[in-house]
């Protein structure tokens, strides 16, 4: 599930996983499916190594769960839409502003040498991600 202050919706194309072996990805609705587990204690979780950018963990990112024979378990996992950062970076006509350094609220500067002008950020709290246009 997506978590947003609008409310709660369907994650699609998140990938999950059973043991950490098994993986499933989410449909459109968010659901996903692992049919024949074994009985027993499993957990269920976020696969984070495959986590797409645009998402951070939400509070659920791993579930316990005892699965019984001929009874559906359920478990419900989070997932948070990060947003974005746009900006252009100007200055007087005779000053470089290529390989500017700009601060994030983290107190971690933030330097891409080659984006020239304009740049697009993806603040993401494994990485940060860059689409220069200029």
Same mark, same amino acid.
């Given at each position: ?28 609705? /968010? ?13 269920? %979780? ?12 939400? &509070?659920? %990112? ?8 001929? &009874? ?15 900006? &252009?970076?100007? /200055?007087? &006509? ?14 971690? %500067? ?25």
């Amino acid at each position: 599930m997506e978590r947003l202050a609008t409310g709660n919706h369907p994650a699609e194309g998140v990938t999950v996983s059973v043991d950490q072996h098994l993986t499933a990805m989410t449909d459109a609705e /968010g659901h996903f499916r692992f049919p024949e587990v074994a009985e027993g204690r499993h957990t269920v %979780a976020l696969a984070l190594h495959e986590l797409p950018a645009e998402f951070e963990v939400g &509070k659920n %990112a791993e579930v316990a769960l005892l699965v019984l024979p001929s &009874k559906p378990s359920r478990a419900e996992l989070d997932v948070v839409r990060l947003g974005t950062i746009q900006g &252009k970076v100007t /200055g007087p &006509k005779d000053v470089v502003v290529e390989g500017i350094v700009i601060p994030n609220d983290a107190g971690r %500067a933030i330097h891409h040498p080659g984006c020239g002008r304009q740049f697009h950020l993806l603040q993401h709290a494994r990485r940060h991600l860059y689409d220069c246009r200029g």
